[in-house]
């Protein structure tokens, strides 16, 4: 299936920004945008519905220039997500150009989306997730693999693509330990439309988390990543000096604590502002620059991979 109009011709680079909780904003989807690369925030960033109201008008600008990228909105579709119904209403008021669902079926979200023509994608980490989605009616598939940042997966990316890829022809976008051009352009030729990033783009200027979080990024290599479900009862990537800061023994985290539920999401929201995640893609990390820098490093490394011999031509606009 072709890229979607709304993504052509306006891409530095294939890649989408990811929503990361409590860090993307609607400074860092601006700038994202500005600069090529589609950007995304969770709806649950902003502290109420009107608090999100707000966002979305102050990226209204963006969702009409023909020359930014499109931005979107993740949607916790989990059942202790009070909110959902009234976001998902201020997503269709501000005919946001494309809604990425978690934790839930998207079959709502699908039906009132394309009402006003956007788009709807849903995060999956196995190919039977995926197959759900698709039978609900969703325009693309976030593969999120082994070695993402957040709730991650386990499936290594080469499998999970391909097997997706056996009965997928729409859009798929590939998230895990992506966190230069050249990885970007890899996920591409694994078969992906788009390349997912969220732990480089936690450590930009424009980006929500706090200084020290930035830091740790830079500071830490993948032996600090710990994969473990004692924060929210879901396993999910987390940068150990974080959580040994607060007290957690590294020996209990191998061990399941959290009984594989996910809590209430208010509180696994204040275990996430001390607790900080990062995946894999911390190793390649070593500066915090504003995105427009990150992105133009992004795209010249990109187009260095895709002038290798015998590489297929790739895409973007610059």
Request: charged residues 20%; glycine residues 10%.
């Amino acid at each position: 299936m072709p890229v979607p109009q709304r993504f052509q011709g306006v891409m530095s680079l294939p890649a989408i920004a990811a929503p990361m909780f409590l860090v993307s904003g609607p400074e860092l989807v601006r700038a994202c945008c500005r600069t090529g690369v589609a950007g995304s925030f969770p709806a649950l960033n902003a502290r109420s519905n009107a608090v999100l109201g707000e966002w979305l008008g102050a990226l209204d600008e963006v969702a009409t220039d023909p020359q930014c990228a499109p931005y979107g909105v993740n949607l916790i579709l989990h059942a202790s997500n009070t909110r959902v119904e009234a976001d998902l209403a201020l997503l269709v008021e501000h005919r946001c150009p494309f809604v990425i669902t978690s934790l839930g079926h998207p079959g709502q979200v699908v039906e009132a989306v394309h009402g006003y023509g956007g788009l709807v994608f849903s995060d999956v980490i196995h190919a039977h997730h995926a197959k759900k989605a698709i039978a609900a009616g969703v325009d693309g598939i976030v593969a999120v693999a082994s070695g993402a940042g957040g709730h991650a997966g386990t499936q290594s990316p080469f499998s999970l693509v391909r097997e997706i890829r056996e009965f997928w022809d729409g859009v798929l976008v590939l998230g895990g330990a992506i966190s230069d051009g050249a990885t970007v352009r890899a996920a591409e030729l694994l078969g992906a439309d788009f390349a997912y990033l969220g732990t480089r783009f936690i450590a930009t200027r424009e980006s929500m988390a706090p200084d020290a979080y930035k830091q740790m990024l830079v500071d830490s290599s993948v032996a600090d990543i710990v994969y473990t479900d004692a924060v929210s009862g879901t396993d999910a990537n987390f940068l150990w000096p974080s959580l040994e800061r607060a007290g957690f023994d590294r020996a209990q985290l191998s061990r399941s604590l959290g009984k594989g539920k996910l809590k209430d999401l208010a509180d696994e929201a204040k275990a996430w502002r001390d607790l900080w995640s990062a995946g894999h893609g911390v190793a390649t990390i070593h500066d915090v620059p504003p995105v427009a820098e990150l992105v133009a490093r992004l795209s010249r490394e990109y187009r260095e991979a895709c002038a290798q011999p015998g590489s297929a031509a790739c895409r973007g606009r610059t």
